[in-house]
């Protein structure tokens, strides 16, 4: 079950902007919209947004989502220190039932 | 305060079985699909099953059917997955996850060794 396609890393300095991509196809990315989370190293993954791009409750504002096509994108505005984490975007497959993810991006905050 | 807590991993030997079980607490367990992802040390990510709220459906990865079973107790507030006939790459951190992925389990580690 092929994953979708994430940079392994990207770097950025203090209150700059990140954008972080996610590749997908039309069975998932496309039509089924991503999701995106959160991994700090020892932690379990916290949810940013939702597959409609809408982002839960206590999650600053500083992060947007959006999608083009089998694209999503992942902006932070502002970077601060605690943003420097592992990023994660994963989207429901229609052609295998299941979850397929992103092998994840580390973002650097320098 | 919503809760999944699981339990259950350890260390088994190469072909042994393990069952390992996620509680959930803080909100209505039947109303979800739930899944299990695991990340092997190191890793990313790979979903390995999810089941519906009645349990009448079941998906899983390719990697793992026929060997595991995801299933489900809403009296229980519980969920579980059975590995049978488990190898060295099976070893990974096992977290459950309510509906959409928008909740997470602090996980559980499954190690395959001799």
């Known amino acids: 079950q092929a994953g979708l396609t994430q940079p392994p890393s990207v770097s950025k300095g203090l209150r700059q902007t990140a954008t972080l991509t996610c590749t997908g196809n039309s069975n998932n990315v496309a039509n089924q919209g991503a999701v995106w989370l959160q991994q700090h190293r020892g932690h379990p993954p916290k949810l940013l947004f939702y597959r409609n791009n809408s982002r839960p409750s206590g999650i600053s504002e500083r992060f947007s989502a959006s999608r083009s096509g089998k694209t999503a994108s992942l902006t932070i505005n502002g970077l601060q220190p605690e943003d420097e984490s592992d990023y994660y975007c994963s989207a429901w497959d229609t052609s295998v039932n299941g979850w397929v993810f992103g092998g994840g991006t580390k973002l650097a905050v320098l | 305060e919503e809760q999944l807590v699981e339990s259950g991993g350890g260390l088994v030997q190469p072909g042994g079985s393990l069952r390992v079980s996620c509680e959930a607490s803080g909100f209505i367990f039947s109303d979800y699909w739930m899944s299990w992802v695991r990340q092997a040390p190191g890793e990313g990510l790979e979903w390995v099953a999810t089941?519906?709220?009645?349990?009448?459906?079941?998906y899983y990865v390719d990697s793992v059917k026929g060997r595991f079973t995801i299933s489900r107790d809403n009296a229980k507030n519980s969920l579980y997955l059975q590995m049978n006939s488990l190898r060295a790459d099976d070893t990974a951190v096992y977290y459950c996850a309510r509906d959409d992925l928008g909740f997470w389990g602090q996980g559980t580690l499954v190690t395959v060794s001799s």
């Open positions: 089941i519906v709220q009645d349990g009448s459906e079941k």
